[in-house]
């Protein structure tokens, strides 16, 4: 595998919050191009923050990240935002923010990359009606439920198509139904290239979706490859 | 809504009050420059109008004697090397200007007046005034010269001084200007930094973060700026009133006014751009550390 087929390689990568746990003991792992990864582990395990490091909200305290093919430890201040462009990031606590209409969260990165048009903006509110939040375009999150905050924080992450998307607990929120529709959603852009980690707890999702499924266990990571299922 | 504007700046609790010392400081500052502006004008027309550096006093004796001796004076001065104009004042001159002092009804009979020859120097050659002295106290030991130069100097510097200082108040009250603002900005970031840290996570760029500063910062800049400045123009209408009505109208040349219109018209913009600026740099620091 070449380093151009690699969104981001890890290796040795530990760390430890100034007031806590040790809670990496060297990770070493490849994430590849178009991939789609479950990230597990009980609560507390790291998984925040392991997605954290990858999209660069957090420096190891030990070992190395490579992201696009950029040394993480060298990214001046310059360069951090372009890679950052290349991530959508669905934070397990949302971070909308609260003076900005729904429909304009989701099409911030939009505005961020100066890329904001009236074909994004059509693309915007198709992406909130497809999610169910077609009503509350002009809402603003403090009146949204926790479900539809997660929802809107889904589509803004996703709205750029990344070639990376990072997912904290996306159906945390939500009732199963829905939360089958997101990770079809997350299927599609996978599908269209996009490499998908998804840090979850539900099990139900776990058993139906057969991605490759990272397990954080005492500071280590364990890999289970892709299982074959055969679709009903 | 602006769609520009990501952060909620314009409720800004921390920048409430910077648009009202904005407005305050233009207003002097900009009074502060057309007062810089006032003073090098009346320097220029003092330096043009006011020539004559040196004076000769030729006492008054019979008629006869006093205009032969003001001949030779003329003549001698006329051939000193630096010397480059020798005016003899008109008696009528010199008689308007005792009545202007003394009045309508003073007595001229009693108090001859003196012949009094002006002197303009090239300024290229060193006069030595000594030495003129004692070659003119050969022709008449009653001779009195008088070197204007001394006090002309004392004024031009004082005047200079003044456009000096005044230009240095200009500035500090622009720092001053631009302090707060830069103060304003610092706090700002604080208040907002969660939201800053969310634009920084979606990938906003520094200088992205920064623009949104920077628009707000010129608008309100720019309308509490034009405030001041349009305060300051009617305090300089009032002045100007109050001086015609004095009889200094001559003070004001059009010139002055027509530059002082420029100053009152440009310093909004001048200073809100220069606050956009400081805001950019306090934002960009900011972030960088
Ligand atoms: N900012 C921080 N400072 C200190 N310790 C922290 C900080 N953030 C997280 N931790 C600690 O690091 C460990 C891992 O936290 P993290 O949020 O990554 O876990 P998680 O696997 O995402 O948990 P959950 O499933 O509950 O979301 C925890 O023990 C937590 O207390
Ligand atoms: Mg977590």
Redesign the pocket.
């Known amino acids: 595998m070449t380093v151009s087929d690699m969104i981001a390689r890890l290796v040795g990568v530990g760390h430890k919050?100034?007031?806590?746990?040790e809670?990496f003991k060297g990770i070493t792992v490849d994430i590849e191009k178009g991939s789609f990864h479950f990230l597990t582990?009980p609560?507390?395990?790291?998984?925040?923050?392991?997605l954290r490091m990858l999209y660069l909200g957090l420096k190891p305290t030990w070992g190395n990240i490579q992201l696009f093919g950029e040394d993480t430890l060298k990214v001046t201040s310059s360069l951090l935002p372009l890679l950052r462009q290349k991530i959508g990031v669905v934070f397990?606590e949302f971070k909308l923010l609260d003076h900005l209409r729904v429909i304009d969260n989701v099409s911030l990165p939009l505005r961020v990359r100066g890329i904001e048009s009236k074909r994004g903006q059509k693309h915007v509110q198709e992406l909130l009606d497809w999610i169910g939040l077609g009503d509350c375009l002009k809402a603003y999150p403090p009146s949204l439920s926790g479900g539809q905050k997660q929802r809107v924080s889904i589509a803004r992450a996703i709205i750029t198509r990344p070639q990376l998307l990072l997912a904290?607990?996306p159906t945390g929120n939500v009732d199963d139904d829905m939360a089958m529709k997101l990770l079809y959603l997350f299927e599609e852009l996978n599908k269209m290239g996009t490499a998908v980690i998804i840090?979850t707890?539900n099990q139900r999702i776990l058993e139906k979706f057969p991605y490759s499924q990272l397990t954080?266990k005492e500071g280590s990571l364990l890999k289970l490859p892709m299982r074959k299922v055969a679709y009903e | 809504m602006n769609k520009r504007q990501d952060l909620p700046l314009k409720n800004d609790v921390a920048a409430r009050f910077v648009p009202k010392i904005v407005a305050l400081m233009v207003y002097v500052g900009t009074l502060c420059f057309v007062f810089t502006l006032f003073m090098t004008h009346t320097a220029h027309i003092w330096e043009t109008q006011f020539t004559t550096q040196l004076s000769i006093e030729i006492p008054t004796f019979s008629d006869n004697a006093s205009s032969a001796l003001q001949e030779r004076v003329v003549q001698f001065l006329n051939r000193t090397p630096g010397v480059q104009r020798v005016i003899t004042v008109p008696q009528k001159e010199m008689e308007n200007l005792f009545y202007s002092l003394l009045g309508e009804d003073a007595n001229l009979e009693l108090l001859p007046l003196p012949a009094v020859i002006d002197v303009t120097l090239d300024g290229k050659e060193n006069v030595d005034i000594q030495n003129l002295e004692s070659h003119l106290k050969n022709i008449s030991p009653y001779l009195q010269i008088v070197d204007h130069r001394v006090w002309q100097n004392h004024v031009t510097n004082l005047i200079h001084t003044g456009v000096f200082l005044a230009l240095i108040i200009t500035l500090l009250i622009l720092s001053a200007a631009l302090a707060t603002t830069t103060f304003a900005i610092r706090t700002s970031l604080l208040i907002h930094r969660q939201i800053i840290e969310v634009l920084s996570l979606i990938g906003a760029t520094h200088s992205y973060i920064a623009t949104q500063f920077q628009i707000n910062v010129f608008k309100q800049g720019l309308i509490a700026s034009s405030i001041g400045s349009f305060i300051a123009f009617l305090t300089f209408l009032g002045i100007k009133i109050l001086l015609e009505k004095s009889g200094f109208s001559f003070m004001m040349s059009s010139s002055f006014f027509f530059q002082s219109i420029c100053v009152f018209i440009l310093s909004p913009f001048f200073t809100a751009l220069s606050m956009m600026l400081a805001a950019r740099l306090a934002v960009m620091k900011a972030l960088r550390s």
């Open positions: 919050y100034e007031t806590g746990p809670i582990g609560s507390g395990s790291g998984k925040s923050s392991l397990q904290d607990e840090a707890h954080i």
